[in-house]
């Protein structure tokens, strides 16, 4: 008889609750699946992207993570406010049960802390327009939009690094279509400034060049390779690092990321800002510590890292939760990450292209683009529904 493990997962997004589900459904009540984050609420951020247009609401799209105590999952609503990787022990601020700081040993830790949004990065961004990576962000745009009545709209990555690169490309062209349903085209112009050289870089030229031709078809004007460096809120006009400027009525944009301050002062980060982990088993330096998603850095042989995206979380914390299974129980064999994923891309229209490769390919991640159609959006919005099916 194996004795009794506590399993704590850092984080409720998308790597935090896929781990935390699949270590319950497989392990027998006596072990403990402890999930902690500080949001009552998990978010499909994928539909935020639909909740900017009108089409989803802030509760179609948010389930509260408590629901998952009834499958046996011990829930606990705190902001994560120390970490030990060589005690595995973890202080939980604010906690549900009415304690101000409570502390957590755990036999294996699992942190999906995924990454900080940054705005304050940038001098003057925060004041000056809508971060749509977020839900509040993401319903202010919306409102901005429902008033709009015709001018310049600008949309921004801030840094060439976030999470589903594929996200700024695709709200561009549901504004775009929105914008369209609105009959504003004529008096609107639409430009989408990027810090990156292109879209997708790391899927390879192919999908970059596909990715950049669904935009440009649109009728949207694409600045690649345009660092902003500070935003002038008031007279709304950006700054980029070439020395370019551009004004702007409505402002869309993507902030820089990070790692969260607590990881951050837990030592688990590396010189690339994020927490080194094996890219097969995301064991990290530390025994019985394990990270994945938008947490980690997983450097490819290309040079750049593994995209952000929470394909790659969920399937990294399935991968985690059944070795620590193994680990528990000494049943199953091993299994390893093979760095496939896939991505849909909105095009507005009812219709999406569908990416699909291996990002562990060498010299360069393998990834087809698979013509814009109907049947992706249907993907999609099936996508969304299995998932908020999970709760
Ligand atoms: C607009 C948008 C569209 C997207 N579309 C797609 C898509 O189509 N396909 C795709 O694959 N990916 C998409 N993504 C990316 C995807 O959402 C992320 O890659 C994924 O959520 C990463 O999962 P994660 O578990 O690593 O982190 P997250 O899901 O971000 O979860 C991290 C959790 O940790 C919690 N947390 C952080 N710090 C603390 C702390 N100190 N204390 C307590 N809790 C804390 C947070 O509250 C959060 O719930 C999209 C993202 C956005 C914003």
Redesign the pocket.
Known sequence: MNEAKTVVI????????VAATTLRKQLSAKHRVVL????PD??F?????WLITGQRTAHQISRPLDRLTKKGIEVVC????RIDPNTRQVS?ERSSTGETSRDIEADYLVV?????LAPDAIPGLAGAGHS???LAG?ETLRDALRSFDGGRIVLLTAAPAY??P??PY??AMLINDHIAKRKLTGRTQIDLYAAEPGPLGVAGPDVSAGVRSMVEGAGIGYHPEHQVVSVHPTERVLTFANGATADFDLLAY?PPHRA????RDAGLVDDSGWIPANRNTFHTRFPGVYA?????GIPLKMGKPLP???????RE?KVVAHNIIRDITGEGETESSDGH?E??VETGGGKAGFGRGNFYAEPTPQVALHPVGRRWHIG?LLFEKNWLRRF
């Open positions: 850092l984080g409720g997004g998308v790597g935090g609750v902690v984050d500080r949001e998990h978010l951020a994928p539909s935020l992207l705190g902001d994560i406010d939980v999906s802390l995924g990454a900080e749509f990576y977020t993401a999470k589903c594929a996200a695709e709200a993507v969260p301050r607590v990881v994945i998603g938008d947490v980690t952000k995206a929470g394909v790659f979380a969920e914390a994923g991505c849909f999609k």
